[in-house]
């Protein structure tokens, strides 16, 4: 080991035992304080005067406050210059999604447009109910029964339909 060396452990050595000394010397004036004052130490419950509550409350905001200035001369606020670019990139962003969802909800509706319409000329164009709910008792039931196709009756379709089940 160098001389240098040994001069700055011996050095870091000395340092830490006076950082001992100095917490430790700091733990016993608390302790008194805290027995001074009534309490048990190491229970943070410290007994103060009733005046010093507010004192310690205008304190804490005090500290507050200026640790808030602190960090507001902290911060870098962007040029003029660079505001408008982000600006620009937002505006454009929200546009190309403006137009990506229209497009969509265009499309889906004339899918369903599409579907609707498609329904409708598959089913038959007017239903028998819906002749006598449109026209009410003008319609002659000789008429409609004419218009609907009959099976043939033949002598399997006579018989009962519990006979066949149970066959």
Same mark, same amino acid.
Request: no cysteine; glycine share 10%.
């Given at each position: 080991?160098?001389? #240098? $060396?040994?001069?700055?452990? #011996?050095?870091?050595?000395? $340092?830490?035992? #006076?950082? #001992? ?24 419950? $410290? ?8 004192? *310690? ?7 507050? =406050?200026?640790?808030?200035?602190? $960090? ?24 190309? +999604?403006? +137009?990506?969802? =229209? ?13 609707? *319409? ?18 009410? *008792? ?26 066949? *089940?149970?066959?």
């Amino acid at each position: 080991m160098s001389k #240098k $060396e040994q001069d700055s452990s #011996k050095a870091y050595d000395e $340092e830490q035992k #006076k950082a #001992k000394k100095t917490e430790s010397g700091d733990a016993k004036a608390k302790i008194k304080r805290a027995e001074k004052a009534g309490s048990k130490p190491g229970d943070g419950k $410290e007994a103060k005067p009733k005046g010093e509550a507010f004192k *310690a409350g205008a304190g804490k905001f005090k500290k507050f =406050w200026k640790d808030f200035r602190g $960090e507001l001369k902290k911060i870098v606020w962007p040029d003029g210059r660079t505001v408008l670019k982000n600006t620009g990139i937002v505006l454009v962003t929200v546009l190309v +999604i403006g +137009i990506l969802i =229209w497009l969509l909800d265009f499309g889906l509706s004339n899918g369903v447009r599409g579907l609707r *319409a498609l329904a409708e000329h598959t089913k038959p164009s007017e239903s028998i109910s819906q002749q006598v709910a449109d026209e009410g *008792a003008g319609i002659d039931l000789d008429d409609v029964a004419d218009d609907l196709p009959l099976a043939p009756v033949t002598e399997a379709t006579t018989e009962p339909a519990t006979e066949t *089940a149970a066959e």
